[in-house]
């Protein structure tokens, strides 16, 4: 899920509080010059969003408590605990040459300081497997999804918290770095924070029904606390996120010291609208703290689902001009070129699309946007901005948090019964413009 | 006319002994709180979640014919009504993977272990769970009736009750142990009331609702596959010593399981050693008597008068779901074996019916409470890498079997 992604998801996944004004980094760190790498074109899944039955994970939880904020339960979502083969096999057959997924931190430690060899060796196939296929294994180790003790226990908001991501890090780096593409730490975890500018923010009776829903999956822990990103308010969890970080790109890199590694950020294209537009302070609100922390990074994962117009104060209503979509919202896939821009503006680092999509019923609407904005992210290559790839979310229709099954972001629909992959004309031409090497447009 | 069912010869293992991981389950709840009273907890087990297969290659490469494995109710229905397609399709997978490889599956609905919401919500002291339980034999059944023909319900449901004909049950510290292991979950998880039967006090009103959950999961199954054949498994040591506290004891610990099992296919056995009874309690083995590495008394010859017993209190088959030996040294269980299979021919011989022989275990797996420290396996299984080895008992018990076939 992104900031921009679901009106919906927008709204409901605010954070609360007062914005934390941080400063943007100004340092920048100079590349060394190594062999060209080829351009990634992939596709991304998530494992809660995809693997099914990811019982011991925070979010499983408040999917079943009374109340919840969810749709529905994610239950056996797209099986890809037992078909990742089937699922690298389709990456592999686009004619794409990247797989993202994320590690389950909840399965390989499934109680604090108990960890899974079995679970580790799992993941570790998928990273051979994409290896032996020639796919480039981007892997997130925390897509949004914690152990629930570790939520139960105070989440990002525990002074352990730092520590405790990174003696994980260090487990999965030690078992399955060695085969790795690119490393991420963390997805999207501006993403509370972005949402405190939203033009829309949800009404209180929501807000309410997160905290009853929380409150809910404590008392069923038996904890008096139950703290996860997107359900609370994140100024007290972004301390401990970015020292995670920093923890966590030691510890990996500790176990390989040459693998690329990066968070990836939530950016809509921020679009001042107002001569008194907040635009620079929102970015120093909902990404600076994070620009911050990257300077030893070796480059900057941007997810981009559209544009932000930023007022005086807030993000405000889309103009009433501009090109629109069958249901409504802007249509303009180039955002994430001018993200892709921005991005290596702020931090000097190199890009990764590491998501970009769209959640549309109508296929052929995906297929409009894929090439438009890759033609984007093209450009700003053409322009210098060095970009490390092009993953588009996501490989599968698959559980879109709070909205369940209803939005449809994948390249790939899954039968919610029999969990059967039918490959759309989208994925078909996402793998045409990847195996030409790009779009050709000029 | 289906032809004569041949002698079901195999070897078992649990869910939650063996897949490793196994966390919504209640067990692993327990093994989990402070107030634990397992030695460690089941961590990975065996991997069997990922190495079903190699463990099923196993069985076959030995010459054997059955595999006895459980589903765990808590992956198949992880929160309440929330059935998991995914996880029945595993279990048949398997299933079928032991039909191709020549195998009969022998499932188990509930060993020991029960999804952790059931336990919240009161285990078998809720009204509810005799439906509850029905409505996952259903489901399994759906799933898995024409691939699996023979289905124990519960595994040794007459455990808890095996102290309760004596004055003193347990001994009181053991108890209280579990009282406070249960109690801890119960605040873990924010219920008034964590049951999980085996480490239960085996109330009288919650064994009539296990044993309604019985029949319920019995008449589920059949309802998918009437020609199925389906029994629930006991401990039934073979008593010896004071007839009085012999019937007390089977009053607790059998005889309403028994009763149950008249209207069953079979009578599933599970038998380790002999039970000497004193007036008042249990007896210590004699002196001298050789032990095992459970600290029980070496007795395999216990097999035939608990095969003779169950199937005289029923009148059904017998099935002999669980026989085997705790041994530091497999040499032990090569001794055991031969004395035991022996036992069980004798009482076929005078005309016992008996369906199979399966051996507990396949593997070297999570003994509960005493963890990975009693080895009942045929197959050694590597703590750091899963890796399998059969031991010499493993090569036995296949030349056994072939001797009978």
Avoid at chain 1, 291 to 301: I, L, N, S
Wanted: aromatic share 10%.
């Amino acid at each position: 899920m992104t900031e921009d992604r679901l009106a919906l998801d927008r709204r409901h996944m605010l954070g609360l509080g007062a914005a934390a004004i941080a400063t943007v980094a100004s340092g920048r760190v100079s590349a060394a010059s190594k062999p060209a790498k080829p351009f990634l074109w992939g596709a991304a899944t998530a494992g809660h969003q995809v693997e099914g039955n990811n019982v011991n994970a925070d979010i499983w939880l408040l999917e079943q408590v009374d109340p919840t904020v969810f749709a529905e339960p994610s239950g056996d979502a797209c099986d890809s605990l037992h078909r990742w083969r089937e699922d690298v096999a389709i990456v592999k057959a686009l004619g794409l040459n990247a797989y993202r997924f994320s590690v389950e931190w909840s399965r390989i430690e499934p109680a604090p300081g108990q960890f899974s060899q079995a679970y580790l060796d799992h993941y570790a196939r998928i990273v051979d497997r994409c290896r032996e296929q020639g796919l480039a294994p981007v892997v997130t180790f925390n897509h949004f999804t914690t152990p629930r003790w570790f939520a139960a226990a105070g989440g990002w908001e525990n002074s352990d918290a730092p520590d405790l991501f990174a003696r994980y890090c260090d487990k999965v780096a030690r078992a399955m770095a060695a085969g790795m593409s690119h490393a991420l730490t963390f997805n999207e975890p501006n993403l509370a924070l972005g949402g405190r500018w939203s033009a829309s923010p949800p009404p209180p009776a929501f807000m309410d029904r997160i905290a009853a829903c929380v409150a809910a999956a404590a008392k069923a822990s038996g904890s008096d606390r139950f703290s996860l990103l997107n359900t609370g308010d994140p100024a007290p969890m972004i301390p401990g996120v970015t020292a995670a970080h920093v923890k966590g790109r030691e510890a990996i890199r500790a176990a390989r010291g040459d693998l690329p590694i990066g968070l990836s950020l939530a950016i809509p294209d921020n679009v001042a609208v107002v001569e008194n537009s907040a635009i620079e302070r929102k970015r120093a609100d909902v990404y600076g703290p994070f620009f911050a922390v990257m300077d030893k990074d070796d480059f900057v994962g941007v997810q981009t689902y559209g544009r932000a117009y930023v007022g005086a104060e807030r993000d405000v209503e889309i103009p009433a001009d501009v090109p629109r979509r069958p249901g409504g919202g802007e249509w303009y896939p180039a955002a994430v070129g001018n993200v892709v821009r921005y991005a290596h503006e702020a931090t000097g680092l190199p890009v990764m699309v590491t998501e970009n999509g769209i959640d549309a019923a109508d296929d052929a609407e995906r297929e409009r946007f894929i090439p438009e904005a890759i033609a984007s992210v093209e450009a700003a290559r053409k322009d210098g901005v060095p970009v490390l790839g092009y993953i588009h979310w996501s490989l599968l229709d698959n559980f879109e948090w709070f909205s369940g099954y209803g939005p449809k972001f994948g390249l790939v629909a899954v039968d919610r019964q029999t969990f059967k992959r039918t490959v759309k004309p989208s994925a078909k031409r996402l793998g045409a413009i990847a195996r030409a090497g790009g779009t050709g447009a000029r | 006319m289906r032809a004569a069912a041949s002698f079901l010869w195999g070897t078992a293992t649990a869910g939650h002994q063996v897949e490793g991981s196994n966390v919504a389950a209640d067990i692993w709840l327990l093994e989990q709180v402070r107030e634990t009273r397992f030695a460690v907890p089941s961590g990975d087990a065996c991997d069997s979640l990922n190495r079903w297969q190699e463990d099923i290659a196993i069985v076959k490469a030995l010459g054997l014919n059955a595999y006895r494995f459980s589903v765990e109710w808590s992956r198949i229905e992880p929160a309440r009504g929330q059935f998991s397609r995914a996880w029945l399709d595993h279990y048949a997978r398997v299933a079928a993977a032991c039909c191709d490889a020549g195998l009969a599956p022998v499932v188990t609905l509930s060993h020991f272990t029960s999804p952790r919401w059931f336990a919240a919500a009161g285990g078998w002291s809720d009204a509810e769970a005799p439906s509850r339980f029905a409505h996952f034999a259903d489901m399994v059944g759906r799933r898995l009736a024409g691939l699996a023909r023979h289905v124990v319900t519960f595994n040794e449901p007459n455990l808890p009750l095996m102290g309760r004909w004596a004055p003193t049950p347990l001994a009181d510290p053991v108890r209280e142990g579990l009282d406070a292991m249960l109690a801890a979950a119960a605040r873990t998880t924010g219920s008034e009331r964590f049951d999980v039967w085996v480490y239960s006090r085996g109330d009288d009103a919650d064994l009539e609702r296990l044993l309604a959950g019985h029949r319920n999961a019995r008449a589920a199954w059949k309802a998918n596959d009437p020609a199925a054949l389906v029994g629930l498994s006991l401990a039934l040591p073979d008593a010896q010593g004071d007839d009085n506290a012999i019937a007390a004891y089977r009053r607790h610990a059998e005889d309403p399981f028994l009763a149950a099992a008249r209207e069953d296919d079979f009578i599933g056995v599970q038998t380790y050693g002999r039970l000497r009874f004193g007036r008042d309690a249990v007896l210590s083995p004699p002196a001298g008597a050789e032990l095992t590495q459970s600290g029980d008394e070496f007795y395999p010859q216990a097999l035939g008068a608990s095969v003779r017993h169950a199937h005289a209190r029923t009148g059904r088959p017998v099935f002999v779901t669980e026989n085997g030996i705790a041994a530091a040294d497999d040499a032990q269980r090569c001794r055991y074996l031969p004395a035991a299979i022996d036992a069980l021919d004798a009482a076929r011989k005078e005309g016992v019916p008996v369906l199979g022989y399966i051996h507990w275990s396949l593997l070297d797996n999570f003994e509960w409470r005493r963890g990975y420290a009693q080895h009942f396996g045929l197959v050694a299984v590597d703590r750091g890498n899963f890796r399998r080895t059969p031991k010499p008992s493993a090569r036995l018990y296949a030349d056994l079997v072939r001797a009978r076939s």
